[in-house]
Nanobody
């Protein structure tokens, strides 16, 4: 089993920034592709970003491109999501997830992720 624990969520005004962290334990973190997803009230969970196991490849959903940055520190078993220029529509519970092996074309699907954190709330006020 892999345990994932998110932190860094909170309340921020529109235009502000937050940095989410996800600390992993229980498995060899550097073997896993890591993703961030979010779920707003009344909506389905949606993909935000993923990063390859070595940290060289990243992908983002269109609505966060240029504003969010995913990164990882394999020495610290941690993946990050730097969120800048936040908008009210970014309000959601944010989840990190881990996948051991999946093709790049599938990494935006939550079905391919094996482990999930408990989520951290991000609230952006207008």
């Amino acid at each position: 089993q892999m345990q994932l624990v998110e932190s860094g969520g909170g309340w921020v005004q529109a235009g502000g920034s937050l940095r989410l962290s996800c600390a992993a334990s229980g498995r060899t973190f550097s073997n896993y592709i890591m993703g961030w997803f979010r779920q707003a009230p009344g909506k389905e969970r949606e993909f935000v970003a993923w990063i390859g196991s070595a940290g060289r490849l990243t992908r983002y959903t269109d609505s966060v491109k240029g504003r969010f940055t995913i990164s990882r520190d394999n020495a610290k078993n941690t993946v990050y999501l730097q969120m800048n220029s936040l908008k009210p529509e970014d309000t959601a519970v944010y989840y990190c997830a881990a996948s051991l092996s999946v093709s790049a074309s599938d990494r935006a699907s939550d079905r391919v992720y094996d482990y999930w954190g408990q989520g951290t709330q991000v609230t952006v006020s207008s």
